[in-house]
């Protein structure tokens, strides 16, 4: 069955940068992409971007362009997401999840909590 | 970039039928928006109950339908359970260079 599995929770000082990774399973890793999700607390799903396992490609939210880069390692079916330069605003729980065309997620990871805090 | 909106809260009693819709500040939703709609419950990651405009995963239960009514998509749910009580996602694909997807503001229902 295809699972998503993410990093714990992290805790990082405004300015630092945080890096949450997915591991997949149940499936052909390179036959999909990987959208990131995150959602502030008590609000909305908000996409940030999408990178193709098969080839690399991304495209990113443009309010994060610069902020934000997503990689993956085929050798381990795993796929990263960091963001730098961490605001307040930037509390969130990040979620990953199996994309199909250009970045529509149908299986989800658990979630991880990024707390940006002073 | 384009927004997505959707109804902020629905109620609905224990065996009914409610619509939730998806509109987009471009103009009507077609099935080339390839409409997804997720359910959240408190605490918990999102699932995706519908793609493409009204494809059903293995999961989703059979009440729930996806369609276009009216220019927006649409989800409806038929014979309401009080397990559906969550908020409730769509999303939309748009086209063009950058490819972007959006998530609309969700819809809380309450089943009451």
């Known amino acids: 069955q295809v699972q998503l599995v993410q990093s714990g929770a992290e805790v990082k000082k405004p300015g630092a940068s945080v890096k949450v990774s997915c591991k997949a399973s149940?499936?052909?890793?390179?036959?999909?992409?990987i959208s990131w999700v995150r959602q502030a607390p008590g609000q909305g799903l908000e996409w940030m971007g999408w990178i193709s396992a098969y080839n690399g490609n991304t495209n990113y939210a443009q309010k994060l362009q610069g902020r934000v880069t997503m990689t993956t390692d085929t050798s381990t079916s795993t796929a990263y997401m960091e963001l730098r330069s961490l605001r307040s605003d930037d509390t969130a729980v990040y979620y990953c999840?199996?994309?199909?065309?250009?970045?529509?997620?149908?299986?989800w990871g658990q979630g991880t909590l990024v707390t940006v805090s002073s | 970039q384009a927004v997505v909106t959707q109804e902020p809260s629905l109620t609905v009693s224990p065996g009914g039928t409610v619509t939730l819709t998806c509109g987009s500040s471009?103009?009507?939703?077609?099935?080339?928006?390839?409409p997804y709609w997720f359910q959240q419950k408190p605490g918990q990651a999102p699932r995706t109950l519908i793609y493409?405009?009204?494809n059903k995963h293995s999961w989703t239960p059979a009440r729930f339908s996806g369609s276009l009514l009216g220019g927006k998509a649409a989800l409806t749910l038929s014979g309401a359970q009080p397990e559906d009580e969550a908020e409730y996602y769509c999303l939309l694909s748009y086209s063009g260079a950058r490819g972007d997807v959006v998530f609309g503001g969700g819809t809380k229902l309450t089943v009451l």
């Open positions: 149940g499936y052909t890793f390179t036959s999909y992409g």
């Open positions: 493409d405009t009204s």
């Open positions: 471009t103009g009507a939703v077609t099935s080339g928006h390839y």
């Open positions: 999840a199996r994309a199909v065309g250009w970045g529509r997620p149908d299986y």
